[in-house]
C-alpha cells in the first residue's frame, strides 16, 4: 500500500473547499473575463467582485489562503490581458502606457509586440502601468483581505455562540 504524505495539523481540526468547487469557481472567474466580452470595465469587476466576495463568505472558515493569493495574482493578470486587448490599435497602446507612466522606448517596444495577450499581460511594463494598486483603485476587491475579515467575522460569531 502506497504511503500518503501528509502535514502536521497540531491539535487543529479544519476544512477547504473541494477540488471541483475550486475549478467552478475559477470557471466562473474566467467566463466574467473573457477576452470577447463587451460592457464597461467597471461592469465587469462589480460583477466580479459579487461572485468573489459571495465564494469567499461561502466558503470562509475553510483554509485555502494560499488558493486566494494564487487565484488573485490570476484574477490580476486575466484583467491585464482584457485591458490590453481592448487597447486594440498600437497607437493607443502606446499613449496609455505613456499616461501611465512607461518611458518612450519600453512604451514602444511593447505596444509593437507581436506576442500574445496572455504573454504581454506578464511584462514588467505592463506590470508597473495597470499595477495591482490601480486595478484596486478601479474597484477590485482585494481578496486576500476580503477572506481576513470573514474569517475575522465568522470566528467572533463562532466565539459569540459558544459564549468565550
Not at 17 to 37: E, I, N, Y
Not at 44 to 60: D, F, H, K, L, M
Not at 71 to 81: K, S
Request: aromatic content about 10%; hydrophobic content about 35%; some cysteine.
Amino acid at each position: 500500500m502506497p504511503r500518503v504524505p501528509h502535514t502536521e495539523s497540531h491539535g487543529k481540526v479544519g476544512c477547504r473547499p473541494s477540488r471541483s468547487a475550486k475549478q467552478r469557481f475559477r470557471r466562473k472567474l474566467k467566463k466574467l473575463t473573457s477576452r470577447k466580452r463587451a460592457g464597461d470595465f467597471e461592469d465587469i469587476v462589480a460583477s466580479i467582485n459579487r461572485v468573489t466576495v459571495g465564494w469567499i463568505n461561502y466558503y470562509c472558515i475553510a483554509n485555502m489562503k494560499k488558493f486566494i493569493e494564487e487565484t488573485q495574482m490570476w484574477l490580476q493578470r486575466r484583467l491585464r490581458q482584457m485591458i490590453w486587448k481592448r487597447w486594440k490599435h498600437v497607437r493607443t497602446r502606446y499613449r496609455k502606457l505613456r499616461k501611465y507612466g512607461i518611458s518612450h522606448n519600453e512604451a514602444l517596444k511593447l505596444a509593437a509586440s507581436r506576442k500574445g495577450y496572455w504573454n504581454n499581460s506578464k511584462t514588467p511594463a505592463l506590470h508597473r502601468a495597470l499595477s495591482n494598486e490601480r486595478l484596486l483603485k478601479w474597484g477590485l476587491r482585494n481578496l486576500n483581505l476580503r477572506l481576513k475579515a470573514s474569517q475575522f467575522r465568522s470566528d467572533y460569531k463562532l466565539k459569540r455562540y459558544l459564549n468565550y
